[in-house]
């Protein structure tokens, strides 16, 4: 095996949000395995810090970034400092994402805000600016990651559902605006995980019938290794005995 065949994204910059744990942090783990550069941003600073540590054992450069992605302008803040790190950005990845599980009738605007803020207005502002560091660069993927909550719905969970569905939209929007300019851009739908994200909201699920994050990010970096010429514009990824989607 050649080095380009182990490190099939040596050169490559990635910034991921929410990869201080669960997906986020398996996808860096993926994509730093890889040969990619990493930042990764996240609220949890000490747990962000240490795995970011973790990732140069591979060799590839790995900063991290603590801020709330629900603040507009932490968005480039964040892509500011992948070009001030890397020179570039070749990859973003949009996987943070929070809930309020509640309720419309007791759902404060601040909690909307909060969510609405998190999963669809900061993925918004990240592809933006990530999208005009692509076009200087000539290329770029960009990484949605919705949920079967895209798809489906179910009580008391209003704004995430909204978030998500937004989110699956913007996805295809800017597949559909940015293609022109060499920049791929793909949604992930992917079913329930073994994450805190999950089982703490949903602490009745069984967590044998969900699916590792490592093997979504997996699934993942297989698209991200498609030739130059294609695009996935929508993935799912599904546990294969969870059976509530479909």
Request: negative net charge.
């Amino acid at each position: 095996m050649t080095r380009e065949e182990h490190f099939p994204l040596q050169g490559k910059a990635a910034l991921v949000t929410g990869a201080a744990s669960g997906l986020g942090a398996a996808l860096a783990q993926r994509l730093a395995a890889s040969g990619a550069d990493i930042l990764g941003v996240d609220l949890q600073e000490a747990r962000l810090v240490d795995h970011m540590a973790g990732l140069r054992r591979h060799g590839v450069q790995a900063h991290a970034l603590s801020v709330d992605i629900a603040d507009p302008a932490s968005a480039g803040q964040a892509v500011r400092q992948a070009l001030d790190h890397f020179g570039r950005l070749d990859i973003l990845v949009n996987n943070a994402g929070t809930d309020v599980t509640l309720p419309i009738s007791e759902m404060l605007e601040a909690d909307w805000m909060r969510v609405v803020g998190t999963n669809l207005t900061a993925p918004f502002l990240l592809s933006k600016y990530a999208a005009d560091a692509m076009r200087r660069l000539g290329s770029g993927h960009i990484v949605n990651i919705a949920s079967t909550a895209a798809k489906r719905a179910w009580p008391n969970a209003s704004a995430y559902h909204a978030s998500k569905w937004g989110l699956l939209g913007l996805s295809h929007a800017l597949h559909a605006e940015l293609r022109a300019d060499n920049i791929r851009v793909t949604a992930v739908v992917a079913g329930g995980m073994r994450t805190p994200f999950l089982l703490e909201r949903f602490p009745e699920l069984d967590p044998s019938a969900l699916q590792d994050p490592q093997d979504v990010a997996e699934a993942i970096h297989s698209v991200l290794l498609l030739p130059p010429t294609t695009v996935v514009a929508e993935l799912t990824v599904l546990p294969l005995r969870e059976t509530s989607w479909p």
